[in-house]
């Protein structure tokens, strides 16, 4: 049997001034790339240098994790915005953090967007278009995840970029292979447990079951873990430990870096 491997990816860098979210120091010996809030949706320049500085320090891959404008929302509320503003906030928050990466010594690997942002790109090819374009002309090399089997890959492919489908261990499906609105119930998936199952049957069979039962395929070279549970290191650990013992290894997806 061939070699197994996923590359285990979270949500990091989201405090901001005094707020505090997520445990950072404590997810990041389970995951092999983070994404790095850029600003819009969270973080702050301090923020980003200090997740970066830790995440270089351990050899894990470092991405921007770039969003709409909206602090207040978490990102997560839906915006009407053109593939021109599309394209400049994502070579602003790109180049924001390549900036920092590079006073830390550090390089960054990927780009992926955030909540509201990332579903949109999913859906809507044009704006799809607008932000895989921003990363070739921001920070050539740079490897793409988005939603598996969304639009979103289709264009930083056109685009020239290296992409990485991903999925997702603590969200539930919809039939479609979209992800349940976080508005329904049984959007996130809370145990643990339950997730490291979804997790492992997604890089064994490429399958997942939706939430009506159905299934779904599912190619994915990268899994997300949010980072922004109360619960995020013990769940981050459960997960890893479920890889390990069943001999898949955890890898990021390397870019050219910039």
């Known amino acids: 049997m061939a070699a197994r491997s996923i590359d285990l990816n979270c949500d990091m860098g989201e405090s901001f001034g005094a707020w505090t979210m997520g445990q950072d120091e404590a997810v990041l010996p389970h995951v092999s790339s983070i994404n790095v809030a850029c600003g819009f949706h969270a973080g702050d320049p301090d923020v980003m240098l200090r997740t970066v500085r830790a995440a270089h320090a351990r050899g894990v891959a470092i991405g921007a994790h770039v969003s709409l404008p909206d602090l207040q929302g978490f990102g997560r509320r839906e915006m009407k915005v053109s593939p021109n503003e ?58 793409l995840y988005a939603l598996a089997g969304s639009v979103a890959l289709v264009a930083g492919r056109a685009a020239g970029l290296a992409v990485a489908g991903e999925a997702f261990a603590d969200r539930s499906y919809e039939a479609d292979g979209s ?77 050219a870096a910039a």
């Open 86 to 143: 599309v394209y400049s906030l994502t070579a602003y928050q790109v180049g924001a953090l390549a900036g920092i990466a590079r006073a830390a010594g550090a390089r960054v690997n990927h780009v992926k967007a955030h909540g509201a942002l990332y579903n949109q790109l999913a859906r809507d090819a044009a704006l799809a278009r607008a932000h895989a374009e921003a990363v070739r002309d921001a920070a050539p090399g740079l490897v």
């Open 179 to 255: 992800l349940t609105p976080r508005s329904q119930p049984g959007a996130v998936i809370d145990d643990p447990e339950r997730a490291a199952a979804q997790l492992v049957a997604i890089v064994d069979t490429g399958k997942v079951f939706a939430r009506d039962g159905a299934i779904v395929a599912i190619d994915a070279q990268t899994i997300c873990v949010h980072g922004d549970r109360h619960d995020a290191a013990a769940f981050a650990r459960v997960l890893r430990g479920r890889l390990d013992a069943c001999g898949i290894a955890v890898r990021a997806v390397a870019g």
